[in-house]
């Protein structure tokens, strides 16, 4: 069982920067594609970035040009960089890991809180 532990969130103003880092039990580069999701209340979890394991990222029109998804295979982490940020940002931003093994398994952190607010 991979394990997936978030850090980084904090309380931030509008225009400010964040980095999230998702550090995993074992190597990310065995999972096909590592992602950050995040959840506002009362909204449905959506993809924020992923990255796949050759290095491919993928970015929600939302947060085009604001917000950067990297991984250090070395150290099996995954960093979301936000800068820019406005208060729709605001929501728990979770880690998740998919890998294909014989199935689609996905694997989830317990979450990290961002609000931005003055």
């Known amino acids: 069982q991979v394990q997936l532990v978030e850090s980084g969130g904090d309380l931030v103003q509008p225009g400010g920067s964040l980095r999230l880092s998702c550090a995993a039990s074992?190597?990310?580069?065995?999972?096909?594609?590592m992602g950050w999701y995040r959840q506002a209340p009362g909204k449905q979890r959506e993809l924020v970035a992923s990255?796949?394991?050759?290095?491919?990222?993928n970015h929600a029109d939302s947060v085009k040009g604001r917000f950067t998804i990297s991984k250090d295979n070395a150290k099996n982490t995954v960093y979301l960089q936000m800068n820019s940020l406005k208060p729709e940002d605001t929501a728990v931003y979770y880690c998740?890991?998919?890998?294909?093994?014989?199935?689609?398994?996905?694997?989830w952190g317990q979450g990290t809180q961002v609000t931005v607010s003055s």
């Open positions: 074992e190597s990310i580069f065995s999972m096909y594609s």
């Open positions: 990255i796949t394991s050759g290095g491919t990222t």
């Open positions: 998740n890991g998919r890998r294909f093994a014989g199935t689609w398994r996905d694997y």
